[in-house]
């Protein structure tokens, strides 16, 4: 699927920044911000190249970054690589995340600290070293991806939920701190989306499967019993938020979801 934007939503001459972006989601936002004119800096732990090398073909430049969210140095040395290529960043997509399904009786403190270092923690440290440029400059868009996990908590994810909540207070929070500086903080919310997180062996339809059901139909019945419109969500459905938010002066402090109405 290809997206076209009008001008007022055109990207061109910005430089921007999407973590996670191997695949999924965050391939999915870095791509569309690439077909409205941004250059585009992908980082992953691993994969990132692939997502490049699409941004690449869609008449952008690129860089592949590999970075671990959750240290410091690792975010430091990612934006400083940034600015050095590409002279400037003007948008920051922090989407890099993980989730696990465990009960809280069950949950050990090492997969608590898991979730929560690279969802909460892995947050504050992206926008701490983006905030550097972007002050700088006098401008800058920073869209922090949550969840409709952030909004509502769900069984068996109460460590993802935590995290999603807190990237939700933590966007508000700085929106406010820097709303004078000419940068605007927001989060995204995605509803139901096939991706990893959803599909596959270790995707949640295949782990809160009914007795006889197959992953397909649980994804389906995900569908039709959780989202009012009755179908999923898509990565494009994403993308077109952040371009929006990346060009909106006077959004901030946003909670924004696209999740088929779910959080209505």
Known sequence: MSESFL???SLSGKVALVTGAGRGLGQGIALSLAR???DVAVADLAGAEETAAQVRALGRRSLALEVDVARQDSVRAMVARIVEGFGRLDVAINNAGVIGIHKVSEMTVEEWDRVLNVNARGVFLCCQAELEPMRAQRWGRIVNVASIAGKV?????AHYCAS???VVGFSN???KEVAREGITV????????????WRGEQGLANRW???GESEAQSWERHQAGLLPQGEAQTAEDMGQ?????ACAPHVTGQAIAVDGGFSL
């Open 173 to 175: 929070a700085l929106a």
């Open 241 to 245: 938020l952040a371009v929006y938010l």
């Open 153 to 157: 908590g769900l069984p068996d994810l």
């Open 209 to 211: 499967r009914q007795p």
């Open 186 to 197: 927001n989060a995204l919310c995605p509803g139901i989306v096939g991706t990893g997180m």
């Open 7 to 9: 001008p007022e939503f």
């Open 36 to 38: 409205a004119g941004a």
């Open 164 to 166: 999603k909540f807190a």
